[in-house]
């Protein structure tokens, strides 16, 4: 069928082509369907989006097909009927209970970012491994494919990582983890990302001291002359399907498979070349993984497919039933983390860091099986993992003379004070995370949240027991409501007080 | 957040607002979210779509948007984050394993309806069912969510209804059964659908001998006229939700978890008043239920669910490894289901048609017990079925003297030949369907397929043992092209020949 191009501004995440719906009938094709569009030698497979406002003879593309094709408005296009690829049909072969060979799951992860699978179908994929599983050569495959689909970095020495799942606020461990472990004399490029549901990501914690967002080749230069590095994943293009299931269906239905964090997490890790991982399993309630023997069940499967496509993993399962430190939000954090390197900071980010820390250097044979944490502390307490940060921060483009009293962050704050003498039984992780979110975290920098204590802290009536910071103030009210709502810490079950007010 | 907007032509299935990447973070926004936009006293819940090409103070919005805001270009609109719907908590809660009860699926279906939930979210709901299946009560509350979600008519007297779970291409049987059963005296008002991915739907067969498009009240009235009518469901707003699902997830996925299967079928015959239903659930290898034991189970709950929402259900589990009857596509099933009511046509297919038929009017007391097929039989051969389906036909603005010789079909036609003296071993109904198709079904409604015989018919070497229909010699080229990769017949195992060509 020749249509002609109708100009149309839409741009979406899969190359579209819209069509009245009798034109789309005509080709055999309705919405979600795939066509074959020709023009002037050059074919591409686009989505079908229907549309009665469209006239019969037209023919719409969004701006990633019309590019593809190099069209203009007015000129005619062959269109005709493309049915699904074959990786559509091994999605729907997995739907009916088969496994996947390495081809099919290679062919589907090709075809993920190739844009030629639909929503509908991405979502078959994940939901499928959210309720059937996967054997392991299946996560096997699935890993190699992720990384095969990316960029990949040689960094021509050995790689150490860190990794953590997840789902615990204020877990701003890497920034004291990478330099102790860099100043060690151990390469430990780190990629990691922004914020998607929690206020504050370590990318997003990290830009507030350097720039995180660079090149392939700007990441390897940075990382090889610093040791160390700790930058956005984003724009690497490593594992580029993690990020499409990330947004097209797992942040959507709130869902992550293990199968398939075990292929994205490792698949990226391949990517850079690690051999060594250190993989931190928050554990508790309100963290992802809730009981310990599904951190335990989780941890072998790393271990196994880490094993199988060669990256020595070891993992830690931390506690993450209430957030790591006291500071939640990326100024915060990052302030954080820096007194830590200076030798304060809170006891419990301290010893996560060096915990983990102290794993990679006995992988590394740098200390003695059982003596990891204790070097680890050393060269935090020496002040030379704080000399590596400043040279990772200086190679970065930031400031190496920063001071944890340099980082600015939010001007307005509100405390909660204690409403009775008691001690705090419950920090809730999500309603932390959402109070911070609501005062302006991730975006706004300087918001965020600082715990004086947690569970256990003893407070008398009226000293504050958490403040709300942010860089507006019509946004700190906001969170001041939502944390009455939500209650993000209880003192013996009671409610807190906003100064001035008294309840 | 206040943004000005942009004008933006697409027209997606849901409002839609497109912003540039940062200004959704800046809302706590990414791809999928809603924020809730408010122009002059109006407010809306919209999908965000995000594009780097969108300047950041600016927000595009689809014509369903614009339109419900009554907004123009250039306009300020207030924008912000909106949390996703309870349905949607409910969607994850039961892909955590939990039971939903009737609110909690009402929710969903309405939300459904309205738009308020994604794509993913949407297929979330369908796999859920594809996977862990549903209770009794949870089909019982979906199949009156889906009914309560549209229109609804009340024809003020006992509705008969047939159905078929469809699956097996040629299956003409409502232009047969309708006229029989409303020549019985029973009000019969048959609602169908165009075909979706089979080469005819029923809709598209009657919509060669009338109109099938018609709104709720002209569907009664003609109804009430002539006892008996043959629509497309298509413009009556019966049950919305089932379209919307089938559109965006079950196609695209090739999945009909029998949970929606079952609500959506009873749901649509609550919203006629159908307090009597015939089902037919064709059954064998290359249909839709492919083993006896899976039949029965699907006929149970059927009639388990039917019971449950007043409706008398009774299923006849039918042949369905082959097509019903000789001919396949619009044109070539209209002609064939008029020879059968002139007193001709194919044995399987008076035989499907009148035991069918004759289930109802046993359910009506209209037939004694086990005398329903052959009083069927006899209204059938009396000629008053035929004269019945002349008044369907002119009530529904058809000409009523059309015979089944008038019936126009393509004009191109390529024989598959005997390649050697046999009998027919094997017809494939996925073959049939996808040669009826490239030959130009359904839309061009002359194209399609004729049987010469069906299994175990007897040919001899060089004659034509199928026929390929079409009103483009082009289309019939591909379709025989096809064909020959295909094999939609065996002749003990040999491929068949092309008149002139000689293989």
């Given at each position: 069928m020749e249509l002609k191009v109708k100009p149309f501004a839409y741009v979406s995440g899969q190359p579209t082509a819209l069509l009245n719906p009798d034109t789309a009938s005509n080709l055999g094709a309705i919405d979600g369907s795939r066509i074959r569009c020709e023009y002037a030698g050059v074919s591409r497979i686009l989505f079908v989006v229907t549309s009665a406002?469209?006239?019969?003879?037209r023919i719409g593309f969004d701006k990633i097909a019309a590019k593809a094709l190099k069209v203009r408005p007015g000129k005619p296009v062959r269109a005709s009927y493309y049915p699904p690829p074959p990786s559509a049909s091994y999605i729907r072969k997995r739907l009916g209970g088969s496994q996947l060979n390495r081809d099919e799951i290679q062919a589907i992860v090709n075809d993920i970012v190739d844009g030629f699978l639909s929503e509908p179908e991405i979502c078959a994929f994940v939901l499928g491994q959210f309720f059937r599983g996967m054997t392991m050569e299946e996560v096997e495959y699935l890993t190699h494919s992720i990384a095969d689909t990316g960029q990949k970095i040689d960094f021509g020495r050995s790689v150490y990582d860190k990794h953590s799942i997840g789902g615990v606020p204020?877990?701003?461990v890497s920034l004291v983890i990478v330099p102790i472990v860099a100043a060690a004399g151990l390469l430990i490029p780190k990629t990691s990302s922004r914020a998607i549901t929690s206020p504050s990501g370590t990318a997003d914690t990290m830009s507030v001291l350097a720039d995180?967002?660079?090149s392939p080749e700007e990441f390897k230069r940075i990382s090889l002359r610093a040791g160390g590095s700790i930058v956005w994943g984003g724009r690497l293009g490593l594992a580029p399907a993690d990020d499409i299931l990330i947004r097209r269906c797992e942040h959507p239905l709130g869902i992550d498979p293990p199968s398939q964090m075990i292929a994205s997490v490792l698949g990226k890790k391949i990517a850079v070349g690690a051999k060594y991982l250190v993989l931190d399993i928050p554990t508790g309630r309100?963290?992802?993984?809730?009981r310990t023997e599904d951190a335990r069940s989780l941890a072998s499967s790393f271990m196994e497919i880490g094993r199988r496509v060669g990256i020595q993993v070891v993992c830690g399962i931390t506690y993450g039933s209430q957030p790591v430190g006291h500071a939640v939000g990326p100024a915060l954090e990052a302030k954080e983390a820096l007194e830590c390197l200076e030798g304060g900071g809170p006891i419990s980010l301290r010893e996560k860091s060096t915990a983990l820390a102290g794993v990679l250097l006995e992988m590394a044979g740098v200390a003695t099986s059982g003596d990891g944490q204790t070097i680890a502390k050393q060269i935090l307490g020496s002040g030379r993992a704080l000399r590596k940060m400043k040279e990772i921060i200086e190679a970065q483009g930031g400031n190496p003379n920063v001071r944890s009293q340099d980082v600015r962050i939010g001007s307005h704050k509100v405390s909660l004070l204690a409403p009775c003498d008691g001690y705090v039984s419950e920090v809730d992780n999500h309603s932390i995370g959402e109070v911070a979110k609501a005062a302006g975290a991730p975006s706004d920098i300087g918001a965020g949240i600082l715990l004086?204590?947690?569970?256990?802290y003893v407070v008398k009536k009226g000293e504050p027991v958490l403040d709300i910071y942010g860089e507006h103030e019509l946004k700190v009210s906001d969170a001041y409501a939502l944390a009455q709502r939500l209650k993000p810490i209880t003192v013996e079950g009671m409610l807190l007080h906003r100064i001035p007010d008294t309840v």
């Open positions: 406002s469209m006239p019969k003879d204020g877990n701003k995180v967002e660079f309100g963290s992802k993984v809730e004086h204590g947690k569970r256990g």
